[in-house]
C-alpha cells in the first residue's frame, strides 16, 4: 500500500478538488494531537477497522498506526480489544435467544 494513493482520496479526488480538499482537511484535523496522540487515535482507527472486518481498512490503518510510531505489540492488543468488542456484541444478539 505504501505509496499509493488511498481509495477514500483516490475517490474524493474524482469527485472534484472542493471535496477532496474538504476531506483531507478533516482527516488531518481529527488526526492530528490532541487530548488523544496521534498514535492513540491511529491505533482507535486500526481497532475500528478490525471491528468493522474491512481487510483493506486494516491494512491501511496498519501502515498510519506504524507511521505514527505503534509497535507490533500495540497494535495487537489494539486489535483484541476490537475482538473482544465484536464478541461482546455478539452476545448481546446472542442474547436474545434467552427471551420468552
Do not use: W
Not at 55 to 61: G, Q
Request: hydrophobic fraction near 45%; charge should be negative.
Amino acid at each position: 500500500m505504501s505509496g499509493l494513493k488511498l481509495r477514500p482520496f483516490q475517490f474524493t479526488e474524482a469527485v472534484g478538488e472542493d471535496v477532496d480538499q474538504a476531506f483531507k482537511k478533516l482527516a488531518s484535523e481529527i488526526n492530528k494531537d490532541g487530548a488523544l496522540s496521534a498514535k492513540d487515535k491511529s491505533l482507535i482507527a486500526l481497532a475500528c477497522a478490525v471491528a468493522l472486518k474491512c481487510e483493506y481498512c486494516i491494512k491501511a490503518h496498519k501502515e498510519a498506526a506504524l507511521l505514527a510510531g505503534a509497535n507490533q505489540k500495540e497494535m495487537l492488543e489494539a486489535a483484541a480489544v476490537a475482538g473482544l468488542v465484536r464478541m461482546g456484541s455478539g452476545f448481546t444478539y446472542a442474547s436474545y435467544l434467552l427471551d420468552e
